[in-house]
């Protein structure tokens, strides 16, 4: 019995036998569903990835403002659509360490000021014209651009001059930069034709998947590019992104079959999920976070008071108990976490303490309620979060009034548009990126408007500071500055948490964002 079904599990593994089938002689064999599905599962690994077919992905995270114009991706759809269409210098291995794609090779000198990149030969854009290192410099030079209001902005303010040497690129910086080629990883730096700067929004990359139907907030078409460079990338003949911004409604669409594999599955219905036949639930801890908002140069949060008042009053451990499910950890009013090697380790926990929180409140002079905006598209479980928080300000005595923005619109709307709101981040691969993405004054995406001149000088000295000891102890005082004056109340890193339907192999474990890192639909495919 068992060497005639290992023997046709293989055929289900070629798809030259349907899993329907299978499944059935196995059962005529007495043998239960979950052992069956794992001798599929067991020959498809050994048989490598089979080519072709459809593969769909339900995601929260789309919007009808969404473009097709790099600098303005923010939200998981954009972003994802970028991975599989879009090709940058480099990218990140699970490990994240830096993979060479556009760049086949990467050289800085000795006091890491100048950076050389060599153009691989032999890539297309989607149009089937040559990418060139002309290309190169002018997608730089965009992103550079502040009237472009790309959010990669924070990231290129350090270049000096970008030049063309040969099949080069050559990035002269202001200062010194170790970290300088992670930089050039952030997923809105995508090669465009002449960068992008004719029409940003035309959709042509030189990814392995290129857009065949695009309509925002709906749906996402986009075909295998014949003419990519990496035969081992990407192995459907099509993917498809399905805009599915309901968590119950993405769960059906798994369950159903209507898609393979789904983002934010909320913590509270992961077990229920683990029960269904033929679905994987796939969660890991990561560097992503889900923040609390304020803007620092807008009252009443121009008072660094009621600043510290709101952050005493959230209970991180109810947080993460109630709303993560135990699926992260707690955070500490920083975006950085264990998971960054610099982490400042021997940073007090800042505790939920009532007291403080009334104390801090009353010497602000604010009197009434707080508006803090938010939306289930935020993070999962975001207006629940909403709501506790909620009850912990009570109970020192600061009244916060919740106000729940629909989905659609929310990222252009109200997030980095509205004094107090929730979000999210995915983290980035190191401190200097995150920090500088995120909290440098120059930053499109300071979503905190934290202004601090000092921050700002230990984040550029910190970039040419060799010495790893001392580079982390500026990390450390930049993260007790964030700490104590900022306008980010970080309560929790959460753990992605993703899911697939049946019959979907090639998962690979990634810290670094959601489904895979952002790369599921290009390293998975289906065994039938």
Not at 215 to 241: C, F, M, Q
Not at 285 to 303: D, E, V, W
Request: glycine share 10%; proline share 5%; hydrophobic share 35%.
């Amino acid at each position: 019995m068992n060497d005639e079904l290992n023997g046709m599990s293989k055929y289900v593994a070629l798809g030259k036998l349907s899993r329907r089938d299978f499944l059935g002689r196995a059962s005529a064999l007495g043998v239960g569903v979950a052992f069956a599905n794992g001798l599929i599962a067991t020959a498809s690994r050994a048989a490598g990835p089979l080519k072709g077919g459809t593969l769909k992905a339900g995601m929260q995270g789309g919007s009808s403002t969404d473009s097709l114009d790099p600098a303005t991706w923010e939200s998981q759809v954009p972003i994802m659509l970028g991975y599989q269409i879009g090709e940058g210098l480099v990218s990140f291995s699970p490990s994240l360490e830096i993979v060479p794609r556009i760049a086949e090779e990467i050289g800085s000198s000795k006091d890491a000021k100048t950076w050389t990149f060599k153009i691989r030969k032999g890539v297309t854009f989607h149009n089937g014209k040559s990418v060139t290192p002309e290309d190169v410099v002018a997608t730089l030079e965009r992103h550079s651009d502040e009237k472009s209001q790309s959010g990669a902005l924070g990231v290129m303010t350090g270049i000096e001059k970008i030049k063309v040497d040969g099949g080069n690129v050559v990035i002269s910086l202001k200062d010194a930069n170790v970290d300088f080629a992670y930089l050039m990883g952030d997923y809105h730096l995508m090669i465009q034709p002449n960068g992008g700067k004719d029409n940003p929004s035309e959709g042509i990359f030189c990814g392995p998947y290129k857009v065949v139907a695009n309509s925002p907030g709906v749906r996402h078409v986009l075909e295998k590019y014949d003419g990519y460079w990496n035969s081992d990338i990407g192995h459907a003949s099509t993917v498809e992104i399905i805009v599915i911004n309901d968590a119950t409604a993405r769960v059906s669409a798994l369950q159903s079959g209507q898609v393979n594999m789904i983002n934010r599955v909320e913590p509270k219905i992961v077990g229920l999920i683990k029960r269904v036949s033929g679905v994987t639930v796939r969660s890991g801890s990561g560097r992503g976070f889900y923040p609390f908002n304020m803007f620092c140069n807008t009252a009443p949060f121009n008072s660094n008071d009621l600043r510290l008042a709101l952050k005493y009053a959230m209970n991180r451990k109810e947080m993460v108990d109630q709303i993560l499910m135990g699926y992260g950890s707690i955070g500490n009013d920083i975006p950085i976490n264990k998971a960054y090697p610099l982490f400042p380790d021997d940073l007090e926990q800042r505790p939920f303490d009532p007291e403080k929180a009334a104390f801090h409140y009353k010497k602000s002079g604010h009197s009434g309620s707080i508006l803090l905006r938010t939306s289930d598209v935020a993070f999962p479980g975001a207006v629940d979060a909403a709501q506790l928080y909620q009850q912990s300000c009570a109970q020192a005595g600061i009244t916060l009034d919740i106000k729940r923005e629909p989905g659609d619109g929310y990222w252009s709307e109200v997030w980095n548009k509205q004094p107090f709101s929730t979000s999210y981040w995915g983290g980035r691969p190191t401190q200097d990126q995150m920090y500088t993405a995120a909290y440098y004054s120059k930053a499109e995406w300071n979503d905190t408007r934290f202004f601090n001149e000092k921050f700002d000088q230990l984040l550029v000295a910190a970039r040419s500071e060799f010495d790893i000891v001392k580079r982390k102890g500026m990390y450390r005082d930049m993260a007790t500055i964030l700490q104590a004056e900022g306008g980010l109340i970080a309560p929790m890193f959460n753990d992605y948490i993703d899911a697939t339907g049946p019959g979907v192999e090639g998962w690979v474990e990634d810290p670094s964002y959601e489904l895979s890192g952002g790369y599921a639909l290009q390293r998975c495919w289906l065994a039938a």
